[in-house]
């Protein structure tokens, strides 16, 4: 009876480990969510000039729970520090794009429309902002491409990246994105043909005033792109100085194939003459 | 005679003051009777109530009641408040309400249908309460509702549809609850993500498949490669 009662006590006890383990996972996790928050609000405030001052209510040095949902700009998804969005249009903003954006893991709505910055869209963006829904870097001097990753973004409906200076072609990945319901590129010197997405195409508006977009609602991709695809396989008949004919220099044969089908051409009538008789 | 008409005419006088007064009585006192039937029904330890004193002409002095220049009721915030019980129907007449906060208490019961009155409701906040039951399809009313969250409940049931025709809706939050059958995606919910429904043991979340990769066609059509037939063995 009393070994019984022992191991039942064992069970217990460690049971009672077990909970407060899972308990302690639990806020762990929490916590964690809270300071991947806060370090994605702190890259912000420390990668842009701030003439407007939209971030002296951007305090870090006491920290309490939802603190950062006090924040000018910055809504959370309840008072639990875990933002959901961030609205910075338009407030002179002025810097490189924070890198640590990405860390706001569980965010919505990022709109840092009509500002100044400059730089690229950092190429690891789609690596993180797994739920981003409305995305607007509008009306900003950014360069560079528009990052591949960006295709993770399995939700986003509002995608605007009009008005700054990339380049490059649009990642064709994008056709992936099932839910995008507003996509806009334009005013930017992009090139190349435009994704095909899959409830089908965005109208040219989406595309004006870019350095070579085609393809889509756009006039048709031109034939430099077959050079370029007969070039990919030129490379593989380099060197073989017996090949000719596809994409090399046509061959003496075809020449030959003309001769016989002019022969062909005199012979036959000439052979319906000869036999009439 | 002389005597008694004017001992008629004050009476009536009398009585008609009474009338008028009694009627201006409920008719202002509408929405701190709707207000008073939710503080009978909760029981409240930490006496937040204290100040909802219902033979006030209107509850717009109580605390944690916001009013509008016309002494109607526009939000009634209740966070944290320790309170447990159930919420009431007569919640449904409060038609100016725009702010419903009643979230971190101990809430039990079903959410009212009434509540798909308040046309004006900006944010409903019961969320980390015990509510159970289904979310009314009534609140698919609420056409300027901006915040929903109900998370961190009991609530069983489908997600109603009517919810999608709510084209205000910033933020929704229904996860940690008992919610089964399938998330729409249509409507409003096409930018709502996995994480509003989280931790809904029997919610099935809409299945994502990528499209299949378009290959961008070449201009040119590369003929298929044949491999030659194998020569023959040598006899």
């Known amino acids: ?277 | 005679m002389d005597r008694i008409s004017p001992l008629i005419s004050t009476s009536t006088l009398l009585w008609f003051i009474f009338v008028l007064y009694s009627f201006s009585k409920v008719y202002g006192n509408s929405e701190g009777d709707a207000l008073n039937a939710l503080k009978v029904q909760l029981s409240d330890p930490n006496n937040v109530l204290q100040s909802w004193d219902p033979t006030l002409v209107n509850p717009c002095t109580w605390y944690h009641v916001t009013c509008n220049n016309e002494n109607s009721v526009t939000r009634l915030e209740l966070g944290n408040a320790s309170l447990s019980g159930k919420l009431v129907p007569q919640l449904g007449q409060l038609v100016n309400l725009q702010y419903l906060e009643l979230y971190g208490n101990q809430i039990t019961g079903k959410i009212p249908k009434e509540l798909g009155n308040l046309k004006n409701l900006v944010s409903l906040d019961i969320y980390m309460n015990r509510l159970e039951g289904r979310i009314p399809s009534t609140l698919g009313n609420l056409q300027k509702l901006r915040y929903l969250r109900l998370h961190h409940n009991t609530l069983t049931g489908t997600i109603p549809y009517s919810l999608t025709t709510i084209t205000s809706l910033e933020v929704l939050d229904l996860s940690y609850n008992r919610l089964r059958g399938h998330v729409p995606v249509n409507g409003s919910f096409a930018m709502f993500t996995p994480k509003s429904f989280y931790h809904n043991p029997g919610l099935k979340l809409p299945v994502y498949i990528p499209p299949p990769p378009v290959a961008t066609a070449p201009s040119v059509a590369i003929p298929p490669f044949t491999a030659p037939a194998p020569a023959p063995l040598s006899p």
């Open chain 1, 1 to 277: 009876m009393a070994i019984h009662d022992r191991s039942k006590m064992e069970r217990n006890s460690i049971l009672r480990v077990r909970l407060r383990m899972l308990i302690m996972l639990a806020c762990f996790a929490t916590i964690k969510a809270t300071e991947a928050d806060i370090s994605c609000l702190r890259s912000i405030k420390e990668s842009l000039e701030d003439p407007s001052h939209i971030f002296s209510s951007w305090d870090f040095n006491y920290m309490y729970e939802g603190f950062i949902c006090t924040f000018a700009g910055v809504e959370c998804w309840h008072d639990d520090n875990i933002v959901i969005s961030i609205h910075l249009a338009g407030k002179k903003l002025r810097g490189s794009f924070p890198v640590g954006i990405k860390n706001c893991t569980n965010m919505a709505t990022l709109d840092l429309s009509s500002n100044y910055i400059s730089g690229p869209i950092p190429s690891d963006l789609g690596d993180g902002l797994d739920f981003i829904v409305d995305l607007n870097l509008s009306n900003n001097s950014l360069s560079g491409p528009i990052p591949r990753s960006i295709v993770n973004w399995r939700y986003i409906n509002v995608l605007r990246l009009d008005n700054n200076n990339l380049t490059g072609q649009i990642p064709s990945d994008l056709t992936a994105l099932d839910r995008i319901k507003v996509f806009n590129v334009t005013n930017n010197r992009l090139s190349g043909p435009v994704p095909i997405f899959s409830n089908g195409d965005f109208s040219a508006e989406s595309y004006g005033n870019n350095l070579e977009l085609c393809g889509g609602p756009l006039k048709a991709c031109k034939d430099d792109n077959k050079h370029d695809d007969e070039g990919f396989f030129l490379s593989g008949y380099a060197n073989n100085s017996g090949l000719c004919g596809g994409p090399l220099k046509s061959c003496k044969n075809e020449d030959d194939d003309d001769l016989f089908l002019s022969g062909f051409e005199v012979g036959f009538p000439l052979f319906t003459i000869l036999n009439r008789g």
